[in-house]
């Protein structure tokens, strides 16, 4: 979640990130043609998650098969249902069957890497009169092995898929990943964070941009704040917002069979599937990709991080704007 595994901008990028922290190793690179995958790519990975998750919850067998309709993931993700809207997800499932990443996370050996796709392949069905009958994904074996892992999995408010922004969504992702309910909330380097996000602007733009999310606080959950330390550091802080209701606990997940299947037989655009559960629904589960059980801890970072991302030990250092 916390690392730069995905383009922040909606303009298509070719430009490879690379990015190294510690034992820490990532490389994204992308080809011309469709581009890197981006944030809102990765909404389709968060719902095949939840697919998966709700199956495996429920006593059904799972895969790495995924088949689905375009409307369930649409409806999903917030989007539109129009031929546009469905010709986008086609771009995205595009986007993310020819992005490639190798990394160093979560393997065993060191020096060991590992090269996948965010799909390893995608196909439309159709019926024998030619009717569509929605498309069939398979999901790489390092993310399908994140998703079955409960160490590495988070819930996420609904209203995520209501941020417009990259920039805003990934410090969603890095706030959920890091501080969770902690009462105390954490703290990062903003530099530390501008490598982080893989983002081609330069610094002074990510510094606007963060600020201005800072003078929206349109992050669900979180309250953010600029503070600077007595050395003139700046860092990005958040703590989680107050609120008078229990917290919601709830995921929006639906049916699965044996490949993690949706139900219709007649159209992928129109027809919806019964969710397992009808309640009012309002977080999801995501993956926290790059973590295991220490990293979902507030004490623990990641090698080379224990300066940049930290629990503030108070609140008495300067606010401000950077400058």
């Known amino acids: 979640m916390a690392y730069p595994f995905f383009s922040l901008a909606k303009s298509k990028r070719t430009?490879?990130?690379?990015?190294?922290?510690?034992?820490?190793?990532?490389?994204?690179?992308?080809?011309p043609e469709y581009g890197m995958a981006t944030i809102w790519d990765a909404?389709?990975?968060i719902w095949a998650a939840s697919q998966i998750v709700e199956a495996r919850d429920a006593g059904l067998r799972t895969s790495r098969l995924i088949a689905s309709t375009p409307y369930e993931i649409l409806?999903?993700?917030?989007?539109?249902?129009?031929?546009r809207d469905y010709q986008r997800l086609k771009a995205s499932f595009d986007r993310l069957q020819s992005t490639t990443v190798v990394t160093?996370?979560?393997?065993?050996a060191e020096g060991r890497r590992h090269r996948f796709s965010w799909i390893n392949e995608w196909q439309e069905r159709s019926d024998s009169n030619g009717r569509p009958q929605g498309v069939e994904l398979i999901l790489p074996a390092w993310f399908y092995s994140a998703v079955l892992d409960d160490a590495l999995v988070l819930t996420i408010d609904r209203a995520y898929f209501d941020l417009t922004g990259g920039i805003e969504r990934w410090l969603y992702r890095i706030v959920r990943k890091h501080g969770g309910k902690q009462r105390d909330g954490w703290r990062f380097d903003l530099r530390h964070l501008h490598k982080k996000s893989g983002s081609l602007s330069p610094f002074k733009r990510f510094a606007f941009e963060v600020r201005e999310i800072v003078r929206r606080q349109p992050l669900p959950g979180y309250d953010l704040f600029v503070e600077?330390?007595?050395?003139?550091?700046?860092?990005l802080a958040f703590e989680p917002r107050r609120t008078d209701g229990?917290?919601?606990?709830?995921?929006?997940?639906?049916?699965?069979?044996?490949?993690?299947p949706s139900g219709t037989a007649h159209t992928c655009h129109q027809e919806p599937k019964w969710p397992l559960s009808l309640a009012v629904q309002r977080q999801i589960r995501a993956c926290n990709l790059e973590s295991n059980i220490k990293t979902n801890?507030?004490?623990a970072t990641h090698a080379g991080d224990d300066e940049a991302e930290r629990p503030p030990s108070n609140r008495s250092v300067c606010s401000g704007d950077p400058s």
């Open 15 to 31: 430009a490879p990130i690379d990015f190294r922290a510690g034992d820490v190793m990532i490389r994204v690179e992308a080809v």
């Open 246 to 260: 229990p917290a919601v606990e709830t995921l929006v997940l639906s049916g699965t069979g044996t490949i993690v």
């Open 43 to 45: 909404d389709i990975l």
């Open 75 to 83: 409806t999903f993700i917030g989007r539109g249902v129009s031929l």
């Open 228 to 235: 600077i330390d007595i050395f003139g550091r700046i860092f």
């Open 297 to 299: 801890s507030v004490s």
């Open 104 to 108: 160093s996370i979560r393997q065993k």
